[in-house]
């Protein structure tokens, strides 16, 4: 393995030109947009136009003329090719956390006398805890249940009543066989949910071919959505009319500005709207969604895939001595698009990395995670993201003392 070889995957790259598209700053190698997408060039303009021209100038009238009521749809529209849905499946609100709870919730009530919500260890922590709060709210009406990996397949029974699984693991980057689990969970009756955060923007996730009955997911990370953006949510056509929200909120309303006193569904997915639209947030998210207008998800994915692999076989080579291990999946059809190596001095490594500029991040205990994100990332940056890794750890530099601080944020 040389640098040449990395530059010709470069000059081979389809996706090479989207580079451009971004804003990245000099000097960074940018190994964290599973967790915070990069700035798209575009995203400044259209916020700074919704700002001074649409909410300065146009006021209030901007809701009609400059259609930001129907943002929430159009830009669902605009994501659901990402993800295998068909238009009018997707929506965008709230944020993720909250469309979880909105969509479990909903599919509780679609399954009365059914107990047990399955889930697996080890989840990402906001879909753990909403689930355990919707457990407590709902009393003995609803039992969450934790399966590990190897066993939830077994444990999908007549009781169950959601099966409500993260697509990528946000630590291991481990994928589950959506459409075998989704089947499995029909066979019992159960309908099942997809969290998509660590795979909408990454991979070609097909919804429908799958039969997924509901999925949510971030804006922010391979939607380059922006921090904290909107969230989007996916319920199947046929479902749409039977699935209550339990935020029963005006936006979701049949006809919002008839101002009636009793709430009355909209029909379709609309109906998942509660409150009003952040268009802040929603104008920043459709700037980076329009990146992905003309492009093949399943180039997408394979580029992903290829870094990773890249990666990990650079990972293998060189990493032993050093007591780093392999975390994730070898095989790519296991793996989403981040690759994660564990070590216990992980954070004051992760910190030493990005004092040099190679950002990635760090998931306690011992987890250091490199986000492979096909629009923006060069196989030359793997090389050379590697080769300061190898410094990192060759001369010691993680073991400063400056770099086993704990900030908020790890
Ligand atoms: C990033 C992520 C979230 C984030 O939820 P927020 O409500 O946006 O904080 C939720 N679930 C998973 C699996 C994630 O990866």
Redesign the pocket.
């Known amino acids: 393995m040389t640098r040449a070889a990395f530059e010709a995957l470069d000059q081979a790259d389809e996706l090479a030109r989207l580079r451009d598209l971004f804003s990245l700053p000099p000097g960074v190698i940018y190994l964290d947009g599973n967790?915070l997408g990069a700035l798209p060039k575009a995203t400044a303009a259209r916020v700074q136009d919704l700002v001074n021209r649409q909410w300065g100038v146009d006021l209030i009238r901007s809701w009609n003329t400059h259609d930001w009521i129907g943002a929430a749809a159009r830009i669902g529209d605009k994501i659901a090719p990402l993800i295998g849905a068909a238009p009018g499946e997707v929506i965008v609100a709230d944020?993720?956390?909250?469309n979880?709870f909105k969509l479990v919730c909903g599919a509780l009530a679609l399954r009365p006398g059914r107990r047990t919500i399955l889930t697996e260890p080890g989840?990402?922590p906001?879909?753990l805890y909403i689930l355990q709060g919707i457990e407590a709210w709902l009393g003995d009406q609803v039992q969450l249940r934790t399966m590990p990996r190897g066993a939830l397949a077994d444990a999908i029974d007549a009781d169950t009543a959601a099966v409500v699984l993260?697509h990528v693991h946000?630590k291991t980057a481990e994928r589950w066989p959506m459409a075998e689990i989704t089947a499995l969970a029909h066979r019992h009756g159960a309908l099942a949910v997809w969290?998509l955060?660590?795979s909408a923007g990454a991979l070609a996730i097909d919804l429908n071919a799958a039969n997924a009955d509901l999925a949510l997911g971030?804006g922010?990370?391979y939607l380059n959505g922006g921090p904290?953006a909107p969230?989007f949510a996916f319920v199947a056509a046929r479902w749409q009319d039977q699935l209550a929200s339990p935020l029963s909120g005006w936006m979701g309303h049949a006809e919002p500005f008839v101002f009636d006193d009793d709430y009355r569904p909209a029909p379709g997915i609309r109906r998942q709207l509660c409150g009003t639209p952040g268009m802040l947030g929603l104008t920043a998210l459709e700037a980076g969604i329009d990146l992905f207008a003309d492009l093949d998800m399943a180039a997408v994915e394979a580029k992903g895939l290829a870094l990773g692999e890249a990666f990990i076989a650079l990972a293998e080579a060189r990493l032993g001595a050093w007591g780093l291990e392999l975390a994730s999946p070898k095989a790519a059809d296991r793996r989403g698009s981040h690759v994660s190596l564990r070590h216990p001095e992980g954070y004051a490594i992760m910190q030493a990395l990005i004092a040099r500029g190679v950002i990635g991040d760090f998931r306690a205990p011992d987890i250091l995670r490199f986000g492979m994100t096909p629009l923006y990332l060069r196989f030359t940056d793997i090389w050379d993201a590697f080769e300061i890794l190898r410094t990192v750890l060759e001369t010691g530099e993680y073991l400063q003392p400056r770099f086993s601080k704990r900030a908020a944020v790890t």
């Open positions: 967790s944020s993720t956390s909250v979880l989840n990402f906001t879909d993260t946000y969290d955060s660590h971030c922010y990370k904290g969230s």
